[in-house]
């Protein structure tokens, strides 16, 4: 009978076999920019497949050419990462932002509409209104909690319904926790889609890496990581990567090939490497950041904590859409201390085992301010409106012992400033006395 593998299972092994690199148990680190064909007809075939020129055989495999097209490490890795998402293929990038770049210079055109979520990570939306503007890319963004009339309204008044390219996601959102409901986003890319052109849905699911929420099981049609975080893990690595169907996929690796965006094959080899303990860090990290949250929802100096396993069904269709899309609340919890800018920065100073750093997903506890730092650059009336406050702080739980960090937390906090109580005259005069 055969069995059917878990991903944490394959991540040792899938699409690697010793016998092809000395019986090596671990694949190698293919540290060569191009490689030697066996034949002058075997190179032909190999660039015919590369460059599109036909279809590749049913039989026939992936020819080996040079590393800016494929890279055994690239290659195996992109394998384990489809299993994961359970996705057709993979792409990977030598950043997240060049996997998130790539996809929206890929898939839209001069004239195009975006629609995105807010709030978005600081470099997204800084391409996103920056960058994608000057090449005639019409972009709107809606709300947090958005209704599907809402959408289709916002749609319908850009005067470019006819030319929806993608609807970009970020959910949960960075830094705030705010969902997105994937499904009703693919419903809405469905009806404003053109005979002949499909418009696309890709979800940012950075956040919740490849473990806790799988977007293409609720109709995207991309997936997309900053590889750094989670994927990596370590904080020694940047990279990223793109998910899809093989058709979509080929394309983002045909651009790839020509931006030059590709991994190196030896941050591919530790990625690799990561893959191996993904699950065991991830599980451990939701499990120390579901107990940090409670006890900070509970501080006398937290005025909000925004994390998903607070959801309750109080808070109505976020408590839905968590539900239903992810299968764990995550490792990030973000919260605002009771003040401002300099109450968080009086924290922020005080750690001890807590680094003040950003990025986020690794085995390190990593703490920011993301009104000054990741999301400097985003609008400040817009960073207002979406809740990105001087008061918020970011945290992303590792893999420490929880007490440890939890005692960490506390005499940080316990540095904050008590507020300065203005007294009347009145009040001081009866307590003269």
């Known amino acids: 009978m055969k069995r059917h593998f878990q991903p944490e299972t394959l991540m040792m092994s899938h699409g690697y076999h010793p ?9 190698p680190i293919f540290q060569t920019s191009t490689f030697a064909f066996r034949t002058a007809e075997e190179g032909k075939a190999f660039f015919e497949v590369a460059y599109g020129l036909r279809e590749r055989g049913a039989k026939e495999k992936t020819g080996l050419i040079y590393s800016r097209l494929n890279n055994p490490d690239m290659e ?25 770049s790539t996809a929206l ?14 709030p978005l990570y600081g470099g997204t939306d800084h391409f996103i209104h920056h960058v994608l503007t000057k090449w005639g890319v019409e972009v ?68 919740m890496g490849p473990l806790w929420q799988h977007p293409l099981r609720h109709g995207a049609d991309l997936v997309l990581y900053s590889a750094t975080k989670y994927i990596g893990g ?12 093989a058709e979509l996929i080929a ?6 090939t020509f931006f030059g965006n590709m ?32 006890r900070l929802a509970l501080h006398p100096k937290i005025a909000k904590v925004h994390y998903l396993g607070l959801l309750t069904p109080e808070h109505g269709e976020a408590y839905e859409i968590y539900r239903r899309q992810c299968t764990s609340p995550g490792a990030m919890v973000s919260f605002e201390v009771k003040g401002a800018e300099k109450e968080a920065f009086a924290f922020l100073n005080h750690l001890k085992i807590v680094k003040l750093a950003v990025s986020l997903g690794s085995t390190e506890s990593l703490a920011q301010h993301p009104a000054t730092m990741t999301h400097a650059g985003v609008d400040p009336v817009e960073k207002a409106a979406f809740g990105i406050t001087d008061a918020l702080v970011r945290l992303s739980v590792g893999v420490e012992n929880s007490e440890d960090l939890w005692w960490d937390l506390e005499q940080a906090l316990d540095k904050i400033p008590a507020p300065v109580t203005v007294k009347s005259p009145a009040s001081a005069a009866i307590e003269l006395v």
């Open 19 to 27: 016998e092809w690199s000395e019986g090596a148990v671990k694949c």
């Open 251 to 256: 394309r983002m690796k045909t651009l790839r």
């Open 76 to 100: 195996i890795l992109e394998d384990r990462l489809t299993l994961w998402d359970g996705a057709e293929a993979c792409a990977v990038f030598d950043s997240g932002m060049s996997a998130i």
């Open 105 to 118: 210079f890929e898939f839209l055109q001069p004239g195009d509409l975006l629609l995105y979520s807010n």
């Open 140 to 207: 709107r963004g809606f709300r947090p909690g958005a209704s599907r009339e809402e959408l289709e309204q916002i749609i319908v008044s850009s005067g470019k319904k006819d030319r929806l390219g993608m609807i970009f996601l970020e959910t949960p959102a960075n830094p705030t926790n705010d969902l997105v409901d994937i499904a009703m986003c693919r419903s809405v890319a469905d009806e404003f889609s053109q005979p002949g052109r499909q418009a696309i849905v890709a979800v940012d699911n950075t956040y």
């Open 234 to 245: 370590h904080s020694d690595a940047i990279a990223g990567a793109c998910l899809g169907s």
């Open 263 to 294: 991994i190196d094959p030896h941050t591919g080899w530790l990625l690799l490497r990561s893959l191996e303990t993904l699950k065991l860090r991830m599980e451990k990290q939701a499990e120390n950041a579901q107990i940090i949250a409670r």
